[in-house]
């Protein structure tokens, strides 16, 4: 079981995470006021703000889903169940946690999660 110090660090380290990830979108939401933008500018100005906007809406729902499994660990932590592979219920490797604060499978039923994904996938590319 995790030590209480490595615990400690841990979720430190997914606070950090949580913090700078909503720091970032809001740095992001105030600069992609389209309006502000477009009172000089032309066609091309306009078609290269949309994209850019795009862009940082397909970030943020990257960002969202890392918040999500960030709030999903935190609240793993206060119900002791943290640090336990949701597949198998061994210990999840401190380092991978340190790598990973929000991994929830050690790395043996990932690499087979991922190895079956895989399979599932090159079966449907043939059918396709």
Known sequence: M???KELKTIKEI??????DILGDLQERIKSSNVDEQRDIGDMFDDADI??????????????R???QQIKAALKRMDAKEY??????????????????????????CKSLQESLEGQVAATAEEKA
Do not use: H, Y
């Open 65 to 67: 889903q890392k918040l």
């Open 14 to 19: 997914l606070s950090k995470m949580e913090k």
């Open 83 to 108: 640090g336990l592979c949701e597949d198998c219920g061994e210990e999840i490797p401190v380092g991978r946690l340190k790598a990973m604060p929000f991994a929830t499978m050690c790395v043996k």
């Open 50 to 63: 949309e994209q850019s906007r795009e862009f940082n809406l397909l970030l943020s729902s990257r960002e």
């Open 2 to 4: 995790l030590r209480v």
